[in-house]
């Protein structure tokens, strides 16, 4: 059970941090390659471009899971808790109604880059590999968001504050 629990704290954050020194280091041996070599490869630039749309998407569920999102937030200062987390469930509704929508949505991507085989030109490997990384993060961030249901409607029970973000990164 504990391990459960550090993987729902962490995973985006050692997911982020992958993608990140993956993308960092792939670039940093093409720009030596091309500056020292005159040559680069089309799968450096693949990886890179694919590691740091995982990176975006992943890190869209993180920010959701710490409200780490841009918003005005000048209202919530004045507002009541009951009031907060309200406005608070309210955003999260919205957004999961988006996040719901745009992950149906995104599977047919995915589907039609399945149904036809395609690959990547450099790395010749399927493209629905690259492609999951939009229903992912899609899938990820509806998670998070019924977590933020749950802690909400526990505040609002309870009469609690209502979290209001936390940082990504210490």
């Known amino acids: 059970m504990d391990i459960l629990r550090r993987i729902d704290r962490d995973a985006e954050r050692w997911l982020l941090l992958i993608f990140y020194v993956m993308l960092v280091i792939t670039m940093a041996i093409e720009v030596l390659r091309r500056e020292i070599f005159s040559y680069s490869s089309i799968w450096g630039e693949e990886i890179v471009r694919y590691s740091f749309i995982y990176l975006a998407w992943i890190g869209a569920a993180a920010a959701v899971k710490e409200r780490a999102h841009i918003r005005i937030d000048v209202v919530m200062h004045y507002l009541a808790p009951r009031a907060k987390a309200l406005l608070y469930i309210f955003g999260d509704l919205v957004m999961f109604a988006v996040a719901i929508i745009a992950l ?67």
Do not use: C, N
Not at 112 to 132: E, H, N, Q, Y
């Open 104 to 170: 149906y949505w995104s599977f047919e991507t995915v589907h039609v880059s399945a149904k036809f085989g395609s690959v990547t030109d450099g790395l010749r490997i399927s493209k629905v590999w690259f492609l999951m990384a939009v229903p992912a993060g899609f899938a990820l961030m509806v998670w998070r968001l019924l977590q933020s249901f749950r802690r909400d409607f526990r505040s609002l029970r309870d009469g609690t504050p209502v979290f209001e973000g936390d940082k990504l990164f210490d």
